[in-house]
Nanobody
Framework: VQLQASGGGWVQAGGSLRLSCQVSGISFRGNVMGWYRQAPGKQRELVAAIGSSTNYVDSVKGRFTISRDNAKNTVYLQMNSLKPEDTAVYYC?????????????WGQGTQVTVSS
């Protein structure tokens, strides 16, 4: 199972980025996918999740949108109106049922830097 994250970069405050996380090696349909972030010196936090519905941390509501394309086995995080406090390493995570239990798989991080 591989989760390949991409799309990070540097952007000025107010700008936009779209993160992608492509999943391979396991069935993608029907599972819960999430984007997390970890800023220096802080704990990793859940930013957005998508399953049968979507959920967002309060700080990104109205600015970020999580979506998925089952045909491409990919989950996206569209980030608009970015702020310097959004600077972090962003990780995707998928929770998959392996036939016996649910297992979490993580992608590698992608750095997002927002300058003021």
């Amino acid at each position: 199972v591989q989760l390949q994250a991409s799309g990070g970069g540097w952007v000025q405050a107010g700008g936009s980025l779209r993160l992608s996380c492509q999943v391979s090696g396991i069935s993608f349909r029907g599972n819960v996918m999430g984007w997390y972030r970890q800023a220096p010196g802080k704990q990793r936090e859940l930013v957005a999740a998508i399953g049968s519905s979507t959920n967002y941390v309060d700080s990104v509501k109205g600015r970020f949108t999580i979506s998925r394309d089952n045909a491409k086995n990919t989950v996206y995080l569209q980030m608009n109106s970015l702020k310097p406090e959004d600077t972090a390493v962003y990780y995707c995570k998928g929770q998959f049922f392996t036939g016996q239990k649910f297992v979490d798989y993580w992608g590698q991080g992608t750095q997002v830097t927002v300058s003021s």
